[in-house]
């Protein structure tokens, strides 16, 4: 084998290499659903209901959010929302869940794709337009590489994110983490907690 064949050869191992990493750093973050059992300075015991009592520390930046219930009102031109719907005949889409994100998440996940019920999807925009009808309110999101239309009618949930604090990270209340990572030692470390205002489950 020549040099330059044995240079590329190095290249894709490498990049190869690099890739596996990545990945199998990816698999170590996992979602975490529960109630804090016990809170200790930055260490948080967790009951959860994926994986039973698991430890979760807390990064220095850690944001927290409230998760609490919305209105209609609320999804008005300009807010970023993040809804999940089920496709229509027409092309649209009739939301199932809306959740407002706060202007500090502005651009989480923007996007559409598949979302995690069967022949659903997801959608993270900005909400262009809303025109009221006899089946609720029709809303024009828009994000970078297009746009939908979705129909929100009564029965859609309605749920908003806004900044909260640290001190909410008490015992008993119920908590989710959406990419808590995973340690070596079978902790968890978490730079961002949802927590459930007024009996809501995050």
Do not use: C
């Amino acid at each position: 084998m020549n040099v330059a064949s044995r240079m590329r050869t190095s290249v894709v191992f490498v990049a190869a290499l690099a890739a596996s990493l990545a990945w199998a750093q990816q698999a170590q973050t996992v979602r975490l659903r529960g109630t804090i059992a016990r809170v200790d300075g930055s260490t948080l015991v967790v009951k959860t209901d994926e994986a039973g009592d698991v430890t979760v520390r807390l990064s220095d930046n850690v944001t927290v959010f409230g998760f609490v219930k919305a209105t209609l009102e609320e999804v008005k031109s300009g807010a970023f929302i993040g809804v999940g719907a089920m496709p229509q005949p027409d092309g649209s889409q009739k939301a199932i869940q809306v959740m407002i994100f706060s202007e500090l998440q502005r651009g989480t996940g923007e996007g559409h794709r598949p979302w995690d019920r069967p022949g659903t999807t997801m959608t993270n925009a900005t909400v262009e337009t809303t025109v009221a009808s006899v089946d609720g309110r029709v809303v024009t999101v828009k994000y970078k590489d297009g746009e939908q239309k979705i129909l929100i009618a009564p029965e859609a949930v309605l749920r908003a994110y806004v900044v909260g604090s640290r001190d909410e990270l008490k015992m008993g209340t119920r908590i989710a983490i959406s990419r808590a990572q995973k340690k070596p030692d079978g902790t968890y470390e978490a730079d961002r907690v949802n927590v459930g205002r007024d009996g809501l489950v995050p």
